[in-house]
């Protein structure tokens, strides 16, 4: 069964703490993204990568960054954690099939970060 | 910025009535797509519809995509209580998919038994 898996269910951090949010997928997916989800707001676009080593900003990028140094990995990093961040951060992937211009997501369980 | 609006906001109904849920967004697009997402967790891929689609089947799912009015509804037939979650429409913008979709706020569905 192919996974998109973020390494924690549930976080709690401190204000001011550097937070790390990972995310492993096994499907040698070439795209890798990460939005956060809040009530009312849907979900935004805060990084996506296309390949290693490659990053462009989403909607939201303030405040974060990320990192993709293998293919399969790609993390989300809270420089300085703040309480507005506390929300629900959801990792998705897909490929690039030639051919077939554009292809659904597959997301990860979600890892819901709060900031205290 | 949000492309995609959800319409309604919430819908309940008895099971095995059919639940039809609204998309609307702004610019052009090259494909939509609609996602399930089960409380506190990760959403569902459930079917795509490239621009130059009108309509496309998946199961109990059928979906509509009307680019002149920009809009987009995803139909499901025979509700089950499993239905029961929030239905999301995205909208990507390039061919090869690498800029992210935009999301709307969703469809917050709920099958009475």
């Known amino acids: 069964d192919v996974k998109v898996t973020q390494s924690s269910r549930y976080l709690v951090k401190r204000t001011g703490e550097k937070v790390f949010l990972e995310c492993v997928q096994d499907m040698d997916h070439e795209n890798m993204f990460w939005y956060r989800q809040d009530p009312g707001l849907g979900l935004r676009l805060i990084y996506f990568?296309?390949?290693?080593?490659?990053?462009e900003k989403g909607d939201i990028p303030e405040g974060y960054s990320v990192s993709r140094e293998k293919k399969e990995r790609f993390s989300l990093i809270l420089e300085s954690a703040s309480t507005n961040q506390t929300s629900m951060y959801l990792c998705?992937?897909?490929?690039?099939?030639?051919?077939?211009?554009?292809?659904?997501?597959?997301f990860g369980s979600g890892t819901r970060l709060t900031v205290v | 910025s949000q492309q995609g609006e959800e319409d309604p906001q919430a819908l309940s109904i008895q099971e095995g009535e059919n639940a039809t849920m609204n998309c609307s967004y702004k610019?052009?697009?090259?494909?939509l797509q609609w996602y399930r997402q089960n409380s506190g967790r990760g959403l569902v891929h459930l079917i795509l519809?490239?621009?130059?689609?009108r309509e496309k089947h998946s199961g109990r799912l059928r979906v509509t995509l009307d680019t002149s009015k920009k809009s987009s509804s995803l139909l499901i037939t025979a509700s089950r209580a499993a239905d029961t979650a929030s239905y999301f429409c995205?909208?990507?913008?390039?061919?090869?998919?690498?800029?992210?979709?935009?999301f709307g706020k969703g469809t917050h569905l709920i099958i009475q038994p």
């Open positions: 519809i490239r621009s130059n689609e």
């Open positions: 610019t052009s697009i090259n494909n």
């Open positions: 990568s296309y390949d290693v080593k490659m990053k």
């Open positions: 998705a992937s897909s490929p690039i099939v030639v051919g077939q211009p554009a292809h659904g997501y597959t």
């Open positions: 995205a909208t990507g913008h390039s061919g090869g998919g690498a800029d992210g979709l935009t």
